[in-house]
Structures are given as C-alpha cells and as structure tokens.
C-alpha cells in the first residue's frame, strides 16, 4: 500500500509547476541580442518557460499565448504573442547539455543506443490509405544515448531517415564521454543492437576502456579486431548465455523510453524546417528527462 501510495505521488509531482517571478524580471530584458540588434524584449527563460508548456501540454502556439497570459498575469509578466513566441524560438539555439538536469549521472554509468522514427506530418496515414502514396516529407530519425540507471538521454542525434543508426554511434558515445569527463565520469559500459556492430565502433571502445555489450551479426567472423573478436566468440559459444551472461536483456530500457516519449508527444513532429525539427526534439527529449529524473 506505501508503495502505491508513493507512486501516486510522483505522478502528482509530474503536474507541479514551480514559477520563480525572478527569473522574467525587467533587468533581464536588457541583455544584448549576442547576434547584434535591437535586445530581445523578453528574457530567454521566459521563451524556454513558454515552449515548456506548449511542448508538455501538446498545445498549439495561440493556446499556448492564452495560457501564458492567465498564468502569469498576476506576477505582472508580459508575454509575447504566439507569432514572437514563435520566431524566438526558431532563433534558439537549443543544446540538452545546456539545458538544467533533474538529477545528476551516477559514477560509472552504462549507455545504451538506439533510434526511433517520427513523422514529420501528422498526415501520413491518410495520404498512403487513400491515394496510395508515400507522404513527401517522410522521417526524421532520433538517435540517443541513454543512461541505464537514471533514464537520463545524455546526448542525441536528429538526422533523416536515410542514415543508419551505426553511422552516429560514435558521435553520440563521445558527445557521452565528454559530459562525463566534464563531472569527473565515465561510461563503463554499452548496450546496443546488431545494427551498431562495426568494427570502428569496436575499436572506439577499446581506446576508451568502455566494455562491449554490443550483439554482432548471426554472420559475424573473426577478423583481427580485437575487442570484437572477443565479442564473436563468446556469442558463437551461446547466444542466451552471452546475454545473460552481459544484460543484454536490459537493451529494454530503451525501448521503454521511446514508448513513453510517443505516448506523451505523439509520433510526429509539428514543425516543418529541419532546424527547427532538430530544435523541437531536444526541447521534449529534455522535458521528458525532467520528469523521469523527478520519479528516481
């Protein structure tokens, strides 16, 4: 019964929104613009408190406006209206290491990589249902590094559809490895798919130290690459006790993740630049940490 009762209260925590009125005063509205111009009217945190609530509450920019203005009324905030909302937006450059983390990365952590697709309109079904085409505007790939222990995204990649989920494991594993060094960290170990079994990705763990969990290809052979030819001869010995043996079952973590991330976003995204694309995934990637970090 202590244990539901404390998970009814963590989803109660999940609705919590803390305003801080210091953080939208005045004096931050005179900050130059860092591109040159005239200074921003409002305050950064107030544009990231914004898409926030536009992003967790799934609502169109209007709404969002709407929202804002009943809100923080009574502080005395001025907001901006959907179309400046908007276009600052576009203009940010939005990084996940940037942005504040629920909670810190644990000592030794393990990563784990997969990717996901998104549609890049909400129209696609009904274009192939009832035309029989393919919507023009296809897929974009989300790519992330996740920690096992915190469920934590470290770092990801947006691409398009058309790039293989081997081709960014390295970038993402050392966009990992940075952030950890950068606390005094280190990734022990890594969990991935038989679609990251390349030889340069066995060879970036070996240089590192980071111990492979990695399942190579039913055709995989010996071929002088060290680390990895390790890695053949054990799963050739016996593929469930390699798994066991390395908890590759755990690979589900990451599964878990993107089925929640689609149930809270939806499987497509709503803005149509890819720069924008890429700067609308982090920013929920981001909100999602948030309230997975808010549960452990």
């Known amino acids: 019964m202590k244990v539901k009762k404390d998970y009814n209260k963590e989803l109660v925590k999940r609705g919590e929104l ?30 990231l408190f914004l898409m926030f609530l536009k992003f967790a509450l799934r609502l169109p920019y209007r709404q969002t406006e709407g929202i804002a203005r009943k809100l923080l009324s009574f502080l005395g905030v001025k907001v901006p209206n959907f179309r400046t909302l908007h276009y600052r937006f576009t203009k940010e450059e939005i990084n996940l290491q940037d942005l504040p983390q629920a909670r810190d990365l ?22 192939r249902k009832k035309h029989r085409k393919r919507p023009r505007k296809g897929w974009v790939k989300l790519h ?12 990801i990649e947006v691409t398009n ?25 280190k990734v022990k170990k890594l969990i991935a798919d038989s ?54 079952g755990k690979r589900w973590f990451v599964e878990s993740y993107f089925s929640v991330f689609k149930r809270w ?20 990637v981001w909100i999602l940490n948030l309230f997975l970090g808010m549960m452990n």
């Open 18 to 47: 803390l305003i801080d009125p210091s953080l939208f005063q005045e004096e931050q509205k005179q900050k130059k613009n860092p591109k040159g111009g005239r200074p921003h009217l409002y305050p950064r945190n107030l544009i």
């Open 106 to 127: 644990p000592q030794d952590f393990v990563i784990v990589l997969d990717s996901t697709g998104l549609k890049v309109t909400n129209r696609g079904e009904w274009i």
């Open 144 to 155: 992330v590094a996740l920690d096992m222990n915190s469920w934590q995204v470290i770092n």
């Open 161 to 185: 559809e058309k790039v293989h989920d081997s081709q960014k494991a390295i970038q993402l594993l050392e966009g990992v490895r940075v952030v950890g060094e950068s606390r005094g960290l």
């Open 195 to 248: 679609g990251y079994d390349t030889h340069a990705l066995f060879r970036y763990m070996h240089a590192n130290g980071i111990e492979p969990c990695v399942k190579v290809r039913s055709n995989a052979e010996v071929s002088g690459n060290t680390l990895r030819d390790m890695v053949v001869r054990a799963y050739k010995k016996g593929k469930r006790a390699w798994k066991r043996a390395n908890g590759y």
């Open 265 to 284: 976003f939806g499987e497509y995204v709503s803005s149509v630049r890819f720069e924008n694309i890429r700067s609308e995934v982090v920013f929920k």
